[in-house]
Nanobody, 125 residues
């Protein structure tokens, strides 16, 4: 059973930064495409960004491009989401997800097989 555990959420002022981590159990992490999604109250879960299994390719939602950066450390079975210049509209529960298909980055949440429990990010104005 693959488990994903997010950490690093919290309360931050607008303009501040946070780094989220997602630790993944199992021995096949390096084969997974990893994604980050978020869900604000009353809204659909939306794509934030994705990183290829080797880390050489990333893709971001327009709303976070230039502010957020995804990286991964396959030796530590961990994927990160560095969030800079945070805005109140970034407030949401952030989820990491793993796609076990041998494909490229994807924005489609239905393509992801495993999900973490989420971590709350709140940005105050």
């Amino acid at each position: 059973q693959v488990q994903l555990v997010e950490s690093g959420g919290g309360l931050v002022q607008a303009g501040g930064s946070l780094r989220l981590s997602c630790a993944v159990s199992g021995r096949t992490f390096s084969s997974y495409v990893m994604g980050w999604f978020r869900q604000a109250p009353g809204k659909e879960r939306e794509f934030v960004g994705s990183i290829s299994n080797g880390g050489g390719s990333t893709y971001y939602a327009d709303s976070v491009k230039g502010r957020f950066t995804i990286s991964r450390d396959n030796a530590k079975n961990t994927v990160y989401l560095q969030m800079n210049s945070l805005k109140p509209e970034d407030t949401a529960v952030y989820y990491c997800a793993a796609d076990r298909r041998l494909g490229g980055v994807t924005i489609n949440k239905d393509a992801y097989d495993y999900w973490g429990q989420g971590t709350q990010v709140t940005v105050s104005s």
